[in-house]
């Protein structure tokens, strides 16, 4: 048995064998250099991660505009109809599972770790005068601005254009390549270009890597944090144990398959995030969290071109970038890997399903989970001690304390570490599915690779526990994001190309209307009355072929 198969590489060529060693290297040295010098590490992160959002966090807010225009046209027009993987194409989950799998790998431990920290530290250190939405309250203001990161638009911005240009390229379309970098086939030629093709792909495996092991990382400082503060336990080495046994379990999952191993655990997780949801609403301060949330919901829906672009040219400060550009350049970093896997498992659905299942449900599913969770750490009763904890520790030490002074919060201390669980698990089986399946060009990779992938993203968020501050896990994906950026527009022009020649080829009636229709001025040459009678014509103008 031979070291390549071993790795999975067995049947791989050079440039793939290559994407994998390379980006293994790159993060060996990220991991090595936060084992020996943290505080080098970083320094280094945060330096570019305020770099990043002073200078460029305008263009963030603004491509995200295109984004969520892009999402919604490719949703309600009539490229909406088109079916993932074909029109004979066949749903390989049901209802449930599908959603399950849909949600839970585009959130992590986030709802709980930011649902608790976002709010307060907006409390705490509010926008600058005058607030972005006049006459607001401070408090239900900084719950509107966390249903606007985490809920909508966030998703139809980031999720949407990657699953759609997944889908139509790799499983409508049908490109040789099962890569993220198959959707620059619109743009450029392969054979001419294949440096870059390679080059996205390593940037891209890098990003994803990135993202999911800060994403890994958070959930094990919090981990720590609750074993510690909560049941006073010795949390570190009871957390490095806790990694094993989800180790364990999940190369039980990678054994069993997409269909069987990221199906059971999402579903799982689902159940453990309602219970958990439905005992903080009953225990914790329940009418205050109601009416909070209703406010928060009205200036968030009211106001939401206002949030959505606030950026505080005159304040002299960097508030909005620090807040809103850090999410949407999270969200980019985040979306290449989430919009490929739900593509994966969104075969059979058509675009306008995909966008229900990936945006509108989540967003009413998380805006529940924030009104809960905001509800509870913006109480009377519980604001004083969160904030406390917060500026004296960090975001983990908060959420510790909120549960510590729950009633039943040994209880609830109990389901948030399920649900965290949980999210590690779905976000480890599915990243190492789209990470192996992106280095091979295999829509199916095998086990054994997978298996690497899933060591080496384990070992990278548990080396996040050796670094000094909370701070330094939450600027890689930002700085990573950027180049990105100009990958989502080439994924906008991608796709509606891609959508409108299958559209024209697979399901326009022979008499159907253009999609854009002109009229155009007609001059007669034998004195007959033009068409109409009034001197232009309706025949579709410049041409039907090339209307759209």
């Known amino acids: 048995m031979g070291v390549w198969h071993v790795l999975g590489l067995d049947e791989a060529d050079w440039g793939e064998t290559g994407l994998f060693f390379v980006t293994i290297g790159v993060l060996v040295a990220l991991v090595t250099v936060g084992l020996v010098n943290p505080s080098l590490l970083t320094s280094t992160l945060n330096g570019a991660y305020d770099w990043v959002l002073h200078n460029f966090g305008w263009w963030f807010m603004l491509l995200g505009g295109v984004m969520i225009v892009f999402g919604l046209f490719m949703t309600f027009s009539r490229y909406g109809k088109i079916r993932i993987g074909g029109e004979d194409a066949e749903p390989e989950f049901g209802l449930y599972s599908w959603i399950a799998m849909v949600f839970t790998v585009g959130f992590g431990s986030s709802i709980v770790v930011w649902g608790v920290g976002e709010p307060v ?17 401070l408090k239900p203001l900084a719950l509107a601005f966390m249903f606007l990161h985490e809920s909508f638009p966030g998703m139809a911005m980031w999720y949407i254009p990657v699953t759609l240009s997944f889908a139509l390229m790799i499983y409508t379309q049908s490109v040789s390549e099962y890569k993220l970098s198959s959707m620059l086939d619109v743009v450029f030629d392969r054979e001419e270009h294949g440096w870059l ?16 092991a800060t ?21 570190t080495t009871l957390t490095y144990g806790l990694f094993a046994l989800i180790g364990l379990v999940f190369l039980g999952d990678v054994w069993l398959g997409l269909r069987s191993g990221i199906q059971n655990a999402a579903r799982l997780t689902m159940v453990f995030m309602a219970l958990a949801a439905a005992m903080l609403l009953v225990v914790g301060p329940t009418l205050f969290t109601l009416n909070l949330t ?24 960097s508030w909005p970038q620090q807040w809103t550009s850090f999410w949407w350049a999270w969200w980019v970093a985040w979306g290449l890997f989430v919009g490929s896997f739900v593509a994966r498992v969104s075969k059979g659905r058509t675009i306008r399903e995909t966008f229900v299942a990936l945006v509108v449900v989540p967003s009413g599913l998380v805006w529940a ?38 009633p039943y919060g040994n209880v609830l201390g109990v389901l948030l570490v399920l649900v965290m669980v949980g999210y590690i698990l779905t976000t480890l089986d599915s990243a190492v ?12 990779p095998n086990a054994r690779n997978r298996a690497w992938w ?7 968020g548990v080396m996040t526990l050796r670094l000094p501050a909370f701070s330094a896990m939450q600027s890689f994906s930002p700085v990573m994001a950027l180049p990105f950026t100009l990958y989502f527009l080439v994924l906008v022009y991608g796709s509606y190309i891609t959508a409108r020649d299958y559209y024209r080829e697979e399901l326009a009636m022979p008499d159907e209307e253009p999609f854009f229709s002109f009229t155009t001025r007609t001059e007669s040459t034998t004195g007959d009355e033009p068409t109409g009678g009034d001197g232009y014509t309706t025949d579709g103008g410049v041409g039907t072929e090339n209307d759209d």
């Open 369 to 406: 989970q924030h009104g809960i969770i905001g509800g509870w750490v913006l109480s009377p009763e519980y604001f004083g001690p969160v904030s406390d904890a917060l500026a004296a520790n960090d975001i983990p030490a908060a959420v510790a304390t909120a549960i510590s002074i729950t």
């Open 433 to 444: 599915f789209m990470l192996s399946a992106i280095t091979l060009g295999d829509e199916n």
């Open 294 to 317: 209703l406010d928060a919901t009205g200036i968030w829906l009211n106001n939401l071109p206002r949030l959505m672009f606030y950026a505080a040219p005159t304040s002299g400060g």
């Open 454 to 460: 899933g060591v080496l993203l384990a070992f990278l």
């Open 197 to 212: 093709y390679w080059l996205v792909d390593l940037s891209a495996l890098v990003a994803m890597v990135g993202g999911i």
């Open 215 to 235: 994403s890994l990382g958070f959930t094990a400082q919090q981990l720590a944090t609750i074993l510690d503060t909560v049941y006073g336990l010795q949390a």
């Open 121 to 137: 530290q907006i409390v705490n250190n509010p926008p600058p005068q005058p607030f972005p939405v006049g006459g607001a309250a």
